[in-house]
């Protein structure tokens, strides 16, 4: 029997990306499945319904209708109550959940019966590569955070020599330096900004200093072993963070924009710009905050809004970058999912999961109508 995959509209304000693309479609097809897409899914990602009906998929009216039959759902979000309350129990999900800041979700999804996948929870192994979807979607969030800074700015980035007298460049602090912070370094750089950045693991520097930006670190014994097997940052002591406050405070108050992408799994964002930080800095200087949907990076930074300081700083809290790059990063989750799918099926082409592999293991959260994942259990 051929197992079928259902995608929906996002139902989350202010999402724009969807889960499947009429190319991943496509290869959902060809791998087995058959693809029910949900009328409307793609539009906001610039994805007509026409596309993804000449891909083989089927298009539903409603999101009930695209349910009713689902044996898998594929979500960017984690579905709302009306989506869960339509699933089968036994049905199998993978969405970026927020297991950590939205349990009563997982619980939810629990409850139904849901066999439940994060997304978020990948592992960071070679094998998972193609499925790491906070990867991909943080690669263009570092793209649009320097997009949305030069906008913000309102000063050139790259030095210009005229007739009329020199341009300075723009002066760039990446602070955090992952997957997002690597390409705000590497999009700045091709702007023409001086970039500099930081970042508590001590195996960044290099990165750093290959994409031609400057480092700046307390390198310390803390720093030198202050990242976990699975390649994230710890979190810093109390004392080295004063150390590096002391550091980096100089530092800011001669930056025209700070970037700021640090998050740590399962706990509050860190703070790592103080309020007399931003007091320092330039009128027109910019501040972006990466991790506003976490409690923010960045004092004084609100989700959703741009704040503009008493000293004429701007702090800027967008949410969800990667949905306004809503069409390449759809493309890039959908090949998330499209690898991910493939863990569903056996040699035979049939739907069985095997939940002992390392991959679906770690990103399991909810099966049989309770919660399985360690790091979720109370």
């Given at each position: 029997m051929t197992a079928r995959i259902a995608v929906t509209k996002e139902r989350r304000a202010g999402e724009t990306r969807v889960a499947a693309t009429p190319d991943s479609v496509k290869k959902l097809i060809g791998l087995g499945f058959s693809v029910i897409v949900e009328t409307g899914a793609g539009l906001a990602a610039s994805f007509p319904d026409a596309d993804?009906?000449?891909?083989?998929?089927e298009i539903a009216p409603t999101a009930e209708a695209a349910l009713a039959g689902a044996d898998i759902l594929f979500k960017v979000r984690a579905p709302a109550d009306e989506e869960i309350a339509a699933l089968k129990s036994g049905v199998l999900l993978a969405a970026l959940l927020n297991p950590y800041g939205d349990k009563a979700?997982?619980?939810?999804?629990?409850?139904?019966?849901?066999?439940?996948f994060a997304m978020e929870f990948i592992p960071r192994i070679t094998r998972a590569q193609v499925m790491d979807a906070l990867s991909s979607q943080a690669n263009l969030a570092g793209y649009r955070a320097v997009i949305e800074a030069a906008e913000a700015y309102g000063r050139a980035f790259p030095m210009m020599m005229t007739a009329a007298g020199t341009v300075a460049a723009a002066k760039v602090f990446i602070m955090g330096v992952g997957v997002a912070g690597l390409q705000a370094i590497a999009t700045a750089r091709r702007l023409g900004a001086v970039v500099t950045a930081t970042d508590v693991?001590?195996?960044?520097?290099?990165?750093?200093?290959?994409?031609?930006?400057?480092?700046?670190a307390v390198e310390d014994e803390e720093f030198k072993n202050a990242q976990t097997a699975g390649g994230y940052a710890k979190e810093m002591s109390a004392e080295y963070q004063a150390k590096q406050a002391a550091l980096v405070s100089t530092h800011i108050a001669k930056q025209d924009i700070v970037i700021t992408t640090a998050l740590i799994p399962g706990r509050p964002a860190p703070k790592?710009?103080?309020?007399e930080q931003v007091a320092s800095m330039k009128p027109g200087s910019v501040l972006i905050d990466l991790a506003v949907e976490q409690g923010g990076n960045v004092v004084g930074a609100k989700a959703g809004e741009v704040v503009i300081t008493d000293n004429g700083a701007?702090?800027?809290?967008y949410t969800n970058l990667p949905g306004r790059l809503a069409a390449d990063s759809s493309s890039l989750y959908a090949k998330n999912l499209l690898a991910f799918a493939g863990l569903l099926l056996n040699k035979e082409g049939a739907l069985a999961p095997?939940?002992?592999?390392?991959?679906?293991k770690a990103a399991l959260v909810a099966q049989g109508g309770a919660i399985v994942h360690p790091s979720l259990k109370s």
């Open positions: 993804y009906a000449a891909a083989g998929a979700v997982v619980e939810a999804l629990a409850a139904k019966g849901v066999s439940a693991r001590p195996a960044t520097k290099e990165q750093v200093e290959s994409l031609g930006a400057k480092f700046l790592l710009v103080s309020a701007k702090i800027v809290g095997d939940l002992e592999d390392e991959i679906l």
